[in-house]
């Protein structure tokens, strides 16, 4: 099938067939990496890595996939600002785009992204932005894939804040038949707009009750409280999310499931060390799926 996409800067407009191209070619990648290195996709170009929040595991898995696919990464960090306050981004993006062959940006707002890839002319991979982190769902599912043998008809259970993070691994799981059920507060939750680009045969809902959630769950996901931007709110959020903390009385309610976070994770709040160092813990694979996901995304975007 032909790939269709220029851009990944949300998931929104993939099709589950386009995104059933990404994990299986980054099964057969992950498992052979001749796959890859037959066929650098990258050689010879160079791709701007734009961060305006620190990373570990997204500049590590993307720059090590560029250097993979034959590519250099040139990185630039929080230091060097917010895209669009020395100048507006429309100038940044054509600019930008006369030296560098692809965008990879780390944002905090979202709109960044969408002049960028309206402006630019070169492929944009959003690795992060207040609304939404598709790369991570990217990884996420190849992640389920693995470790269920299956997306469509696995039950996911994400407990606590629904952040950017939740709504990308909503958009995946309802477009590849998944059903994901999501345990907030009542004052935390989905907003009316979003939930318009929910489609496909998956299902997604909301539960107060994060047992009832969790119970007879395949995979149970959490992430931090307070994400990056959220600081002033961590005391109250804390006291609100408290009940839903992954526990080890939680976990009990999904014996067989595995337990997944997309890192960094705040110990001893959302999660518990028995619960994330357990055996039902995937984490460490959750994060190196990362890598995966994103150099298959790379090869189909720059092919």
Partial sequence: MAFGQKHCVTLDAYSAGELTEILDLAVRQKADAEVYRRTPVLKNKAVGLVFEKPSLRTRLSFEVAIAQLGGQAIYLGPEAGRIGEREPVLDFAKVSARYLDGFVLRVHDHSVLEECAKHGGVPVINALSDDRHPCQALGDMLTIREKLGKIAGARIA????????CKSLAVAACKLGAEMVIASPHHYRLDDGFRKVLKGPGKVREESDPQAAVAGADAVYTDVWTSMGQE???DA???VFRPYQLNEALMAKAPKAVVM???PA????EV???VIDGPQSVVYDQAENRLHAQ???MTLLFA
Wanted: net charge negative.
């Fill in 295 to 297: 150099r298959a995304l």
């Fill in 232 to 234: 002033e709110e961590a």
């Fill in 272 to 274: 518990t060390e028995g």
């Fill in 266 to 269: 705040h110990r001893g709040e």
């Fill in 261 to 263: 976070h997309c890192l």
């Fill in 158 to 165: 994400y407990v606590g804040d629904p952040n950017n993070v």
């Fill in 237 to 239: 959020r804390a006291r």
